[in-house]
């Protein structure tokens, strides 16, 4: 069974700082790009970042740049989003998402390019 799995949401501080993990499992990630969403309640799906295949090219979404980073480890079949300075409209259900090639059957950040999602991950900014 093909299955992304996120971790390490949570509830943190404005200000602080927290290190999503999403694992795959029943496929390799190595040919996929794979990209983190988040959806606030009331708002519409939205890209944060975008890691391609081999790693070699990041997008980030304006309201996140300097602040998150997405990385992966094809030897862990993993992906991570490093999330720094939060703020409360950070918080969202954060989601994982691999999108298999030909990577432009569809626009950059629509949801629709990926094939594969993980359940999400609750994140909380607030004091």
């Known amino acids: 069974q093909l299955q992304l799995a996120e971790s390490g949401g949570g509830l943190v501080q404005p200000g602080g700082s927290l290190r999503l993990s999403c694992v795959a499992s029943?496929?390799?990630?190595?040919?996929?790009?794979i990209a983190w969403f988040r959806q606030a309640p009331g708002k519409e799906r939205e890209e944060v970042s975008c890691i391609s295949a081999d790693g070699g090219s990041t997008t980030s979404a304006d309201s996140v740049k300097g602040r998150f980073t997405i990385s992966r480890d094809n030897d862990k079949n993993s992906a991570y989003l490093e999330m720094h300075s939060l703020k409360p409209s950070d918080t969202a259900v954060y989601y994982c998402?691999?999108?298999?090639?030909?990577?432009?059957?569809?626009?950059?950040?629509?949801?629709?390019?990926?094939?594969?999602w993980g359940q999400g991950t609750q994140v909380t900014v607030s004091s």
């Open positions: 998402a691999a999108d298999p090639p030909p990577f432009d059957r569809y626009p950059a950040g629509d949801p629709r390019k990926y094939d594969y």
């Open positions: 029943g496929f390799t990630l190595d040919y996929f790009a």
